[in-house]
């Protein structure tokens, strides 16, 4: 497993953005490979896993999706799963598609599932009552689990660049039966699945070309605020403490998380539901193109309002909770906890930083995380989240004409106050 300590990043996800008390976004793809020795020694990181949440918010106990809703998604997901790996399709590489059968069961279920159950939400919300049928419900949920598929594809490459232990409370990918580098073949198989489920189950719709389009848009959208946010720690050195900007962390949350975790799941229902990206008027002289601009342009903003709190619990949430122990700083990631630190640091403050920022030794860690507490950034990020979301409530209240409100509230619900 020491040849992953070479490995050069290449992956990306999306991102969000917003401009209160300062902040960005970043996705779960992230920042320079750690040596193994030192990220997966898992005695430091072990010992990690017990540090208890930090005044954390109480978590949201309601689903944006009820449990009725919930299986009817999942349902749907054995027939994905042949759909990609029925052996009829390549008879003669049954060992192969033994595989790929295995890679999905493994890697596409297991997680909370919000983006794959957003895009059936999202379509009962605007669809015309009449068009809300057993097939299209379906369809919608197919799109979603093509999301799931591009979710697991970003997080098993993800998981090899950081050299990430656990991933939703077991051994990442790679490090299951010591797969290794040849891990990255099968997160090119997770990919690959998504245009093979859009070919057969939506070749004959009049949007087939909108979500194809879309899917390769996001993917290098994400992969390019991946670039950015691994260019401000280059792989083998360390983290170049100049770049963190809120500027900079701003752009890698918009690209890296936003764009694929919120707009995707909606712009796929809008697709469905005739909102195409067109100049057709609507309602009152308002076109289907500028629907599209005014859901990206809340959603971005929700999708860094995620970010902003995924940073806060990599720091400050319990493991036990958040099925991963947090690595932002061992890995040295341009955070929202980092740039805020770094804009309010002392010179001596600032040393500190630089000194143990991206050192993986758990003294380190535990040194910036210290210096996060004496800076006050628990109670800012308390502040950050309150004062979001209510802007965020009146952006929607103010922008989103012509659109179901419901659409934005029900994912503002979902991440406002979450813990994991």
Known sequence: MSVLR???????QVLGHSRVLGHGTQGHLGGRPVPLAATASG???????????VNLPPAKTGRAASQDERREFVSVFPDVVRDLSEIGTHSDIPEAQKW???????????????????VGLSY??????????PENMRHAHILGWCIELLQSFFLVADDIIDGSEMRRGRPAWYRK??????????????????????????????????????????????????????MSCPAGARPVLSKFTMERYDAIVKYKTAYYSFYLPVALAMYMA??????????????????????RTILVEMGHFFQVQDDYLDCFGDPS??????TDIAEGKCTWLSVVALQRATPAQRALMEQHYGNPEEESVNKVRALYKELGLPATYRAYEDSTSSMIRVH??????????NVFFKFLDKIHKRSS
Not at 105 to 115: C, D, E, T
Not at 124 to 133: G, M, Q, R, S, Y
Not at 396 to 405: F, K, M, T, V
Request: hydrophobic letters at 40%; glycine letters at 8%; aromatic letters at 8%.
């Open 321 to 326: 909770v958040t099925g991963k122990v947090g």
């Open 274 to 295: 005739g909102i195409r990206n067109t100049d057709n008027v609507r309602v009152a002289d308002i076109t289907d193109r500028e629907l599209h601009r005014q859901a």
């Open 124 to 133: 009962k919300l605007l669809a015309k009552p009449e068009d809300i049928t």
């Open 100 to 118: 790929y059968a295995k890679i999905l069961q493994y890697n596409a279920v297991g997680g909370k599932m919000n983006r794959g159950l957003a």
């Open 43 to 53: 005695a430091r990181f072990r010992q990690r896993s017990s540090v208890a949440s």
């Open 396 to 405: 929607i209240q103010q922008i989103s004409r012509g659109l179901n409100h």
């Open 6 to 12: 070479n490995i050069r990043p290449w992956a990306g």
């Open 177 to 230: 039966d010591n797969l290794g580098l040849s891990a990255f073949n099968d997160a090119i198989l997770l990919e690959a699945g998504i245009y093979k489920l859009l070919h057969q189950h939506f070749r004959d719709e009049p949007y087939y070309l909108d979500v194809l389009e879309l899917f390769h848009e996001m993917t290098l959208k994400t992969a390019l605020g991946q670039c950015l946010d691994l």
